[in-house]
């Protein structure tokens, strides 16, 4: 189905981060337990000019619900279920 008259043929993502187990695993409080970065990688095959799909790209990214959530802070409530 196009969008914006784009058709997308193929779409697949790479993801990839940084993040110092130090963290993770306790044994250094002074380094976040998170990661530094995460890189998205995009492969497309659309029937569009580069430019075109550059904006569709960046449409998409303003208009994630997941990109957004990880882009901001988002309070976070966590809490044992009572029986």
């Known amino acids: 189905m196009p969008w914006r ?3 997308i043929r193929e779409l697949s993502t790479e993801l990839e981060g940084d993040i ?6 306790g044994l250094d409080d002074s ?3 998170g990661y530094r970065e995460i890189r998205i990688k995009l492969h497309v095959k659309a029937d569009c000019t580069d430019a075109a799909l550059d904006d569709l790209i960046a449409y998409a990214q303003q208009h994630s619900p997941v990109c957004n959530t990880i882009c901001r802070p988002v309070p976070v409530v966590v809490e044992r279920a009572t029986r």
């Open 5 to 7: 008259g784009i058709t």
């Open 31 to 33: 380094v976040p337990v």
């Open 20 to 25: 110092d187990v130090q963290g993770l695993l």
